[in-house]
């Protein structure tokens, strides 16, 4: 499995995530892919990390599709991104909720099974 990690993601980094999977599954066709970030910069739904089904964006949506990779996107911190605040400081600070977490252990542990 591979698992690109990542403050933030928008939709160049997402191309070269892409790109690289690419590659990699070039060597290793069923690897799984996930992408883990503390917070999304990808527009449509990714940052609603509480619902139950994440839609995403149509941007991404057009960039995945040129893409033969399965990406699992996983979010940690709720809310869009906002470039002007820097999340390294205290005042911009957003709180990890232990059901965040929990959400992408669940993801990562259904991604595993099959290995187990």
Same mark, same amino acid.
């Given at each position: 499995?591979?698992?690109?990690?990542?403050?933030? *993601?928008?939709?160049?980094?997402?191309?070269?995530?892409?790109?690289?999977? *690419?590659?990699?599954? +070039?060597?290793?066709?069923?690897?799984?892919?996930?992408?883990?970030?503390?917070?999304?910069?990808?527009?449509?739904?990714?940052?609603?990390?509480?619902?139950?089904?994440?839609?995403? +964006?149509?941007?991404?949506? *057009?960039?995945?599709?040129?893409?033969?990779?399965?990406?699992?996107?996983?979010?940690?911190?709720?809310?869009?991104?906002?470039?002007?605040?820097?999340?390294?400081?205290?005042?911009?600070?957003?709180?990890?909720?232990?059901?965040?977490?929990?959400?992408?252990?669940?993801?990562?542990?259904?991604?595993?099974?099959?290995?187990?």
């Amino acid at each position: 499995m591979g698992v690109e990690c990542k403050a933030y *993601t928008e939709n160049a980094m997402l191309k070269r995530i892409l790109v690289d999977f *690419t590659l990699l599954r +070039s060597k290793f066709p069923n690897l799984k892919c996930g992408l883990l970030q503390l917070e999304s910069q990808l527009t449509g739904d990714y940052s609603e990390i509480d619902k139950k089904i994440i839609f995403g +964006s149509h941007s991404s949506h *057009t960039i995945m599709s040129h893409f033969d990779v399965d990406l699992n996107i996983m979010t940690l911190l709720k809310g869009e991104r906002k470039i002007k605040e820097p999340i390294h400081k205290p005042g911009y600070y957003k709180p990890l909720l232990p059901e965040n977490a929990e959400k992408v252990i669940n993801t990562l542990k259904k991604l595993l099974k099959e290995y187990k």
